[in-house]
């Protein structure tokens, strides 16, 4: 790797296994199984395998409001999967999702198990399937979907852009986080206009169009992402606090936050769930005082 200003890429890229960040002993320009290993399978319908990422919350976050608004049948395990340890490629996990990212879910509620993976996907699938968080009359579901795919579409900027370059990266490069960081403002600022004139991003319900945003630009309004938030100057986005400190007071957006938990406090830190009684035995916390 070179940190050098008149770097010349090469004619042709090859793999330097050194070149260095924070997940350079995971990132790999191909995919695949490493080795075998068989995913865990628990006595619920809905089987994830995440961590709490801003991705992974979404899901957890989901399945919790699904679960408080009386779908019994949203019931789930959720089971940890370690990226910083290679897990996502285990063979189990690859046959889940070919793309060895996080989260990934099994739906073995019905005849044949069907796999689901890329977060956004999840999020949809879970609202069809339960008819919940997804507005039914066509206008409003184009919005919400054209939000959620937004999220999808945006994001990338914000982590893989500017939380890279900002917090990860070996060397810090200013062009690189100007150029991501304008463009993260820039969300933010179309955020922020969105919310002034709507309580919830697709309007005056509540959809996995916030679920789906909230993880990331609520988490980094909130100062969680980065240590990034006095160098955005979040606070100018007073609608997008308004709206982040909302929601992250629903009590399943506070359970959902602590599922595959693995850093923070330790009685934030589920680190799997297979029943609505861990948040109150299986934090570590608890399991921490037991030993």
């Not at 068989?38 to 709490?52: D, I, K, M, N, T």
């Not at 996502?88 to 044949?112: E, H, T, W, Y």
């Not at 609202?127 to 919940?132: P, T």
């Not at 009359?137 to 994001?155: K, N």
Request: negative net charge.
């Amino acid at each position: 790797m070179s940190d050098r200003a008149d770097y010349v890429p090469p004619k042709v890229w090859t793999w330097n296994k050194d070149n260095g960040g924070r997940f350079a002993n995971i990132n790999r320009p191909v995919a695949g199984a490493t080795h075998e290993k068989e995913l865990p399978v628990g006595r619920h319908p809905l089987q994830l395998y995440s961590l709490a990422t801003p991705n992974g919350v979404k899901v957890t976050v989901m399945l919790e409001e699904l679960l408080a608004s009386g779908h019994s049948g949203a019931e789930y395990d959720a089971w940890l999967i370690r990226i910083g340890e290679g897990e996502q490629f285990g063979s189990g996990f690859v046959a889940v999702n070919p793309n060895s990212k996080i989260p990934a879910l099994l739906d073995r509620s019905g005849p044949k198990p069907i796999r689901v993976f890329e977060s956004g996907a999840i999020l949809l699938y879970l609202a069809e399937k339960f008819g919940a968080f997804l507005p039914t009359e066509p206008g409003a579901r184009a919005e919400c979907l054209s939000w959620l795919f937004w999220q999808m579409g945006s994001a990338p900027y914000l982590g893989g852009g500017l939380g890279h370059f900002y917090a990860y990266a070996p060397t810090k490069i200013e062009y690189a986080i100007d150029r991501f960081a304008m463009e993260v403002k820039r969300q933010l600022d179309v955020l922020d206009k969105r919310l002034a004139e709507n309580e919830y991003v697709a309007g005056s319900e509540y959809t996995i169009a916030d679920m789906a945003i909230w993880p990331w630009y609520g988490g980094l309004v909130k100062g969680w992402l980065y240590e990034a938030a006095e160098f955005l100057s979040v606070q100018d986005y007073r609608h997008v606090q308004r709206w982040a400190n909302a929601i992250g007071e629903r009590p399943a957006v506070r359970r959902g936050r602590k599922v595959n938990r693995v850093f923070g406090e330790l009685s934030d830190q589920l680190h799997e769930r297979h029943d609505a009684s861990d948040f109150e035995t299986s934090t570590q916390d608890v399991l921490t005082a037991q030993k």
